[in-house]
C-alpha cells in the first residue's frame, strides 16, 4: 500500500507539472464555464420565467450555478483520455509501463490529478457569482465541491479506461464520449429543468447517476446538508468513483498489449 | 544478463516470434538485426515485460520476466521506438520525474540529471517542451531518459531510425561514453547494417521470428557470405569459366565486360583466376575485392536482401 501511495504521488505530480508551467491554458480553462453561465444564465431565467422550480429557491443561480459546476466536471474529466491516447501515440505511456511503477498508480494518480483544475473552476466561479446574488453557505458549498471532485475521480477514471479500450481506433473516443456526454447531461436536468419535461424522461433520468449528483449540488449549495438529495447524491458520486476506479485499473493492467 | 529459452509469442494466428533461445553476459553490446516483421520489437517487449510470451521463459537481469515483472523493471532502461518523454512536458520535468520514479533522492537526481543533459548536449533545452524539440533532439531525450537510473541493462530499440548520419553518430558517442562509465549491457534493435556491424560486439541476426545467426560481424561475414570480387575483361564467358573452377566460388556473373563472383578469399582468387587466365590467354583487366557486408550474411542465409525488404 505505501508503494502504491507512493508511485500514485509520483503520477499525480507528473500530470499536474504541464499545468503548473503552462499557467495560460489553466487561465483559460478557469474562465470557459464562466462565459457559458453569462451567455446561458439571462437566456434561461428569461425562458423559464419567474414561476417553477428554476426560481423557487430565490435567483435563478441558485439553480444554475451548482449546475455549471457539474457540467464543468463534466466536460472537464470526460475528455482526460484524450491525454493518455496522445501518450500512447508518443510512446510516453510505453515508458511509464517499463518503469517499476505499479499499473494501479498509473490510473489512480493522473484521476485524482483531475481535481486540481476542477476545484480551480469551481472555486472560481462561486467566487465570481456571489456578487450576482448567489447566496453562499459554505459547509454545503464545502461538501458539494468534495462530492464533485469524487464524482470528477470517477469519471476521469472511466474517460481513461474508454481511451484505452479504443487506443487502436483512436477517432473512437470522441465518438463514444460525445454520444454519451449529451444524453447524459440533457437527462441529468441540469441546463433544463426536467420537471416540465415528458413523464419518460423523467423516468429515464432516475437512471442517470448524474441526475443525482446535480440535485445533491443544488440541495448543498442551498446549505441543505442534510437532505435525502445530498445523501443520494454522495452514493451515486461514491459509486461513480469505485465503478470508475474498478473499470480504469482493470484496462490499465492490459494497456501493454 | 539474459537468459531465454524457447520464447515465442503469437498474435492470434501470425507467430510473431517461434522461439527464441538467447543467453547475453553482463557487458556485452548485442545488436539484434533483421528486417521489419522479424520479430525483434515483439522480443523486446516480451523481455523488457511490456507484454507476456505465449511459451517459453526469458530471465532478464537475474528476474524471470513472468514472475517477478516488477524486480526486472527495476533493473534496466528501455528506450523505445516513440518519445519516452511526454511531449506536453518540459525536458528538466520529465528528467526528473523519471528519477523520482526509480526512486532517486533530489540530490541525486540533479547531479544525474545534470551529467546527463551535459553529455548529451540537452543543456540549452531544459526548459524548453517535448513538442518543440527537433527529431534529433528528442532520441537524445529518450536515452537520456532511459539512462536517468544508470541501468545495469539497457535495451534500446531502434535508437537512430530517422536520424542523420551525422546525429547517429553522436548519440552513438553518448550511448558508448554511458556504457563505459557504468558498465552496461546493451541490447539494441535495428535495421541499420552499417550501425550493427560498426557498433555491436555480438550480432543476432533475427528472420521470421527466429534466430538465424548468432556471432561477431566478423565472423559472420567470412563464415557465412565471403568475399566477392570483380575483373573487368575482353570476353567475359571464358574468364567466368575460369573463376566458376575455383574452390567456393558460387554467384559467378558475367556481363558485359565484367565477370563478378562471390569467393571464400578475394585476394587469393584474384592470383589465382589472373595467374589462369594468363595461361589461357584470356584478356583480363583490374582486378577488384570487396569484403562482404552483413546485408551479404542475410542474403546468403535467407536468399533475400536485408537492404530491400527495408526499402518495401
Do not use: C
Not at chain 2, 533475427?206 to 570476353?235: H, M, N, P, W, Y
Amino acid at each position: 500500500m505505501t508503494t502504491l501511495a507512493r508511485d500514485t504521488r509520483i503520477v499525480f505530480v507528473r500530470e499536474l507539472k504541464p499545468m503548473i508551467r503552462d499557467p495560460f491554458s489553466v487561465v483559460f480553462g478557469l474562465v470557459q464555464p464562466l462565459v457559458f453561465l453569462a451567455l446561458f444564465g439571462p437566456l434561461l431565467s428569461g425562458s423559464v420565467g419567474s414561476a417553477g422550480p428554476v426560481t423557487a429557491g430565490g435567483t435563478v443561480w441558485q439553480w444554475f450555478v451548482p449546475s455549471i459546476l457539474v457540467m464543468t466536471a463534466l466536460f472537464g474529466t470526460s475528455a482526460v483520455g484524450s491525454n493518455l491516447l496522445y501518450e500512447f501515440q508518443t510512446g510516453a505511456h510505453e515508458r511509464m509501463l517499463v518503469t517499476p511503477l505499479s499499473r494501479s498508480s498509473l490510473l489512480i494518480g493522473r484521476s485524482l490529478k483531475e481535481m486540481v483544475p476542477l476545484a480551480g473552476q469551481a472555486v472560481l466561479i462561486v467566487a465570481v457569482m456571489v456578487p450576482f446574488g448567489f447566496d453562499l453557505y459554505p459547509a454545503g458549498a464545502l461538501l458539494g465541491l468534495a462530492l464533485l471532485a469524487v464524482f470528477g475521480v470517477g469519471l476521469g477514471s472511466l474517460s481513461y479506461a474508454l481511451a484505452i479500450a479504443v487506443r487502436k481506433n483512436e477517432w473512437m473516443f470522441w465518438l463514444v464520449q460525445q454520444t454519451l456526454l449529451f444524453p447524459l447531461m440533457i437527462l441529468s436536468g441540469m441546463l433544463l429543468p426536467l420537471e416540465s419535461g415528458p413523464g419518460w424522461m423523467q423516468a429515464a433520468s432516475r437512471a442517470n447517476p448524474l441526475a443525482y449528483v446535480v440535485d445533491a449540488e443544488r440541495a448543498l449549495f442551498a446549505g441543505d446538508v442534510a437532505s435525502l438529495d445530498a445523501l443520494w447524491g454522495a452514493v451515486a458520486a461514491g459509486a461513480t468513483a469505485a465503478i470508475g476506479l474498478f473499470v480504469g485499473i482493470r484496462a490499465m493492467l492490459r494497456s501493454a498489449d | 544478463m539474459i537468459q531465454t529459452k524457447g520464447l515465442t509469442k503469437d498474435f492470434g494466428a501470425v507467430h510473431a516470434v517461434r522461439g527464441i533461445t538467447l543467453a547475453i553476459e553482463p557487458g556485452e553490446l548485442v545488436a539484434v538485426l533483421g528486417p521489419n516483421g522479424a520479430g525483434k520489437t515483439t522480443t523486446m517487449r516480451m523481455l523488457t515485460t511490456l507484454i507476456a510470451p505465449t511459451s517459453g521463459s526469458a530471465e532478464v537481469a537475474g528476474h524471470d520476466v513472468v514472475r517477478s515483472p516488477g524486480e526486472v523493471r527495476r533493473r534496466i532502461g528501455y528506450v523505445g521506438q516513440g518519445n519516452g518523454a511526454g511531449h506536453q512536458h518540459r525536458v528538466a520535468d520529465e528528467l526528473h520525474s523519471q528519477a523520482a520514479i526509480y526512486g532517486l533522492s533530489r540530490a541525486d537526481a540533479r547531479t544525474r540529471v545534470g551529467s546527463l543533459v551535459e553529455a548529451l548536449d540537452l543543456g540549452d533545452l531544459v526548459k524548453r517542451k517535448v513538442s518543440e524539440l527537433s527529431g534529433g533532439q528528442r532520441r537524445r531525450l529518450d536515452v537520456a531518459m532511459g539512462l536517468v537510473h544508470a541501468p545495469g541493462l539497457l535495451f534500446l530499440d531502434e535508437p537512430s531510425t530517422g536520424l542523420a548520419p551525422q546525429n547517429r553518430a553522436n548519440l552513438w558517442e553518448h550511448i558508448l561514453r554511458m556504457r563505459a562509465e557504468h558498465d552496461m549491457t546493451i541490447v539494441l534493435t535495428t535495421h541499420y547494417l552499417d550501425e550493427a556491424d560498426s557498433m555491436a560486439e555480438r550480432v543476432v541476426i533475427v528472420d521470421q521470428g527466429e534466430v538465424i545467426a548468432d556471432d561477431t560481424a566478423s565472423s559472420l561475414k567470412s563464415k557465412l557470405a565471403g568475399d566477392r570480387v570483380a575483373f573487368s575483361t575482353g570476353s567475359p564467358s571464358d574468364l567466368a569459366a575460369i573463376v566458376s573452377q575455383l574452390p567456393g566460388s558460387s554467384e559467378v556473373e558475367a556481363t558485359d565486360g565484367e565477370v563478378r563472383a562471390r569467393v571464400a578469399d578475394g585476394p587469393v582468387a584474384v592470383a589465382e583466376v589472373l595467374r589462369a587466365a594468363f595461361e589461357k590467354g584470356i584478356a583480363a583487366g583490374s582486378a577488384q575485392t570487396f569484403r562482404p557486408t552483413l546485408d551479404d550474411v542475410f542474403l546468403s542465409l535467407t536468399g533475400r536482401s536485408l537492404r530491400e525488404e527495408n526499402a518495401k
